[in-house]
Structures are given as structure tokens and as C-alpha cells.
């Protein structure tokens, strides 16, 4: 009898100390890879390049010279910034811009010299740009100063306006 209660014990004991299996959890499925996280090398030409010459255009000009675009389709807006005065204070000569049609294209109002800025409100008739100044201290250091620049406008039977109004806020 001793050795029964021995054998089941050591029966029971070892059953005890078998590894248990851990909960299976369902690994998270990764998301499909996009094609800029595909590491390949790229494709070598298929042939000679076309040989591009320059557009001698000098209304281009000005357009390579804008370094920042927010575009405002349901308005027929945008606000852009052509690069230009003190790359380290207020480079950005910002401008608002209204279609007035294909006939006569954009017509563009100067906003301000900012260092950056961005839209934070656009409704029509209204658009505010969050924007930072900057401006030389008495002792040479550059004093930063964020503001908020409103823009009022009307359209005049479809046409824009002749002006438009700009506020600034602190």
C-alpha cells in the first residue's frame, strides 16, 4: 500500500512539473509595407535621358522662388511665401492669393515678413495665420514674437476684391 501511495505520488509530482503551455496570444498583423518601406535598389534608366532645356520664363522665376504653399481649393485661395529679404530674420515675403478666373488668373495681396507661419482658420471670406516675427534686440540678439495675422475679404460677384483687410493680434 506504502508503494502505491509512493508511485502515485510520484506520478502526480511529475505531472505537476510538466511545462505548462502559455495562453497563445494572436501576433498583431503588421501592416502591408508601403512602397517607400520596401528596401530595393532603384531601376537603372531604360535608356538615354531626355535632354530638357530651360524655360525662359520670367513669371517661373518667381515661382521657384516659393519655398512655402498652403493651398485653399474650396476657397479658391492660397497663401504662399516667396523666399526673400534676411534668410535669418523673416525670409518668408508671405501673400494671399485669389483666383479670379482662367482669364485673368491669381490676384495676390502682400501679407507680411514672417520667419514661419500657418494656417489655422480658413473660411470663406476669412483666413488667420498663426505666424512668428522677428526682429533684431538693442543688443543684437533676435527677439522671437508669435502672433496671429487676420485676413478679411469679400468677393465682388464672383470677382475678388481690390484689397483686403489684414490684422494683426497678439
Known amino acids: 500500500m506504502t508503494r502505491a501511495i509512493l508511485i502515485l505520488t510520484v506520478i502526480l509530482g511529475l505531472t505537476a512539473c510538466d511545462d505548462a503551455e502559455a495562453p497563445v496570444s ?3 498583423a503588421a501592416p502591408p509595407p508601403t512602397p517607400m518601406s520596401v528596401a530595393k535598389a532603384p531601376a537603372p534608366p531604360s535608356g538615354p535621358g531626355a535632354v530638357t532645356p530651360a524655360v525662359p520664363s520670367a513669371e517661373l522665376q518667381e515661382a521657384a522662388s ?3 504653399l498652403q493651398p485653399m481649393p474650396q476657397l479658391n485661395a492660397k497663401v504662399y511665401s516667396v523666399s526673400g ?3 535669418a530674420v523673416n525670409g518668408l515675403v508671405t501673400y494671399l492669393a ?4 482662367s482669364a485673368d488668373g491669381w490676384r495676390s495681396y502682400p501679407l507680411g515678413d514672417y520667419a514661419e507661419w500657418r494656417v489655422v482658420e480658413a473660411t470663406a471670406g ?3 495665420l498663426a505666424v512668428r ?3 533684431a534686440g538693442p543688443d543684437g540678439n533676435i527677439l522671437r514674437r508669435s502672433r496671429h495675422v487676420h485676413v478679411g475679404f469679400a468677393w465682388n460677384d464672383g470677382a475678388p476684391p481690390d484689397a483686403v483687410t489684414v490684422n494683426t493680434t497678439s
Open 133 to 135: 516675427q522677428d526682429t
Open 98 to 101: 485669389l483666383f479670379a478666373g
Open 126 to 128: 476669412r483666413i488667420v
Open 85 to 87: 529679404g534676411d534668410p
Open 26 to 28: 494572436r501576433a498583431k
Open 66 to 68: 516659393v519655398s512655402q
